[in-house]
């Protein structure tokens, strides 16, 4: 990924969750290049690194999971259906694919998240005590239904 694109991506988190991703963050997320990821550009402002609206970052977990790792909308577009479409989208393909579950983290106080992925279909599991630096998170899941 160009440096430009990288240093936007980590002020994007930055702005929108708090949490800082360095370049080490990136090499240790370990994403893999599949349909899994996704990304949201304003074309009006592309190729600016600036364009770049919403990331998603999901990765394959056991034989039949999909982890996401990272999503994240820039305000100024949320509550487009951005965060919806993508979730939706790789929620379809990996049913596709014959996976059967999906899972994530998430901190104990964002319960906006934790709305929006209930309202995806996920429920929270069990508490992960002392997930994130300073605070619990929950891991989430969801079985994925044949249609
Ligand atoms: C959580 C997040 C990814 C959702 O993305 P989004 O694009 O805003 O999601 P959607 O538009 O699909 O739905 C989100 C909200 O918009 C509402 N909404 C969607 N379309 C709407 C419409 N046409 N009119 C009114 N409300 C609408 C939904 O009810 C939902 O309500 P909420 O405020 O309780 O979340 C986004 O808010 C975000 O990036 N948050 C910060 C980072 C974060 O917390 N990431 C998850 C960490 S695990």
């Not at 939706?88 to 934790?114: M, P």
């Not at 995806?120 to 239904?145: A, F, P, V």
Request: with cysteine; aromatic share 8%; net charge neutral.
């Amino acid at each position: 990924m160009p440096t430009n694109w990288q240093v936007k991506i980590t002020e994007l988190f930055k702005a929108e969750t708090g949490e800082t991703y360095t370049e080490t963050t990136f090499r240790m997320l370990g994403i893999p290049e599949w349909y899994g990821n996704k990304i949201l550009i304003d074309e009006s402002k592309y190729p600016s690194p600036n364009s770049l609206m919403g990331v998603m970052w999901c990765k394959p977990l056991l034989e039949d999971r999909i982890r996401i790792v990272a999503l994240v909308i820039d305000s100024e577009v949320q509550c487009n259906n951005h965060g919806s479409n993508a979730v939706t989208e790789v929620i379809n393909s990996s049913k596709l694919r014959g996976l059967n579950h999906i899972q994530l983290e998430v901190r104990k106080s964002n319960l906006r998240a934790q709305n929006f992925y209930s309202r995806h279909g996920l429920k929270i599991e069990h508490t992960m005590k002392n997930y994130y630096s300073n605070e619990d998170g929950y891991m989430m899941s969801g079985t994925l239904h044949r249609d």
